[in-house]
């Protein structure tokens, strides 16, 4: 497959993150003005969306990288040492966009930005300890209201010290704060329960998604 590289004059992005087989649209809930900010996230809005006729619902993977330079991706050549096999495939077999910026460089409200489609100042969420507004809602509660199975393994870190489900995903692994590369006390927490973790936290998050997704039945699209 060729390459694609899309240059887009004005694209604002929270994090460097890849999609695969689909693409994930943000949704603004509300076109209050800041003055009446709180109130609109208060207010809960419809979660359903208009179906497309004729069009099959696409499975979506999204996976989000911390800590990674824009240019630390094997195929850009940015170090002669750096190799990203898996990355590279799927920049070949997809869309690479050069032009995308972050607008809040904390891990926090970043990921709010991703889940909400809002910048900061609309969701509240300005810094790793900013408690998440009540109502605030994610993308993927619009998914689960059309029928898909969502989950959510990896890295919260949002809204505090917390690692339990969070709105919008039928399965939930995660970790308190920055998680440990290591095992610590506070292991993972799955759907709920406390599991310890038992080794490299990378390579058991993995297992975790891959158990997810060859245990599921097929019968409805996923993200």
């Not at 003005?33 to 069009?55: C, D, E, G, Q, V």
């Not at 689960?144 to 990896?154: D, L, P, S």
């Not at 975790?208 to 039945?217: K, Q, V």
Request: glycine content about 8%; overall charge positive.
């Amino acid at each position: 497959m060729s390459r694609w590289s899309v240059r887009i004059p004005r694209l604002t992005l929270s994090m460097t993150l890849t999609l695969v087989t689909s693409v994930v649209l943000f949704f603004d809930i509300s076109a209050q003005t800041p003055r009446k900010r709180t109130a609109a996230i208060r207010t809960t809005p419809s979660l359903k969306l208009p179906k497309l006729a004729n069009r099959k619902p696409r499975n979506i993977l999204f996976i989000l990288t911390d800590d990674q330079r824009y240019d630390a991706l094997g195929f850009l050549k940015g170090q002669s040492f750096l190799k990203t096999p898996n990355l590279d495939a799927l920049a070949s077999g997809g869309v690479h966009l050069p032009n995308a910026f972050v607008t809040t460089a904390l891990c926090a409200p970043s990921r709010a930005s991703i889940l909400t489609g809002m910048y900061a100042h609309r969701h509240r969420v300005v810094d790793n300890d900013s408690v998440v507004p009540s109502g605030l809602i994610y993308f993927p509660q619009y998914l689960q209201r059309a029928g898909y199975e969502t989950a959510f393994i990896g890295k919260w870190h949002m809204g505090g010290h917390i690692d339990h489900p969070q709105p919008g995903f039928n399965h939930w692994v995660s970790f308190k704060g920055q998680g440990s590369y290591l095992p610590t006390k506070d292991g993972f927490n799955v759907n709920g329960r406390p599991v310890a973790q038992k080794g490299y936290i990378t390579d058991e998050l993995t297992n975790y998604a891959l158990e997810w997704l060859r245990g599921r039945s097929g019968k409805k699209p996923f993200m």
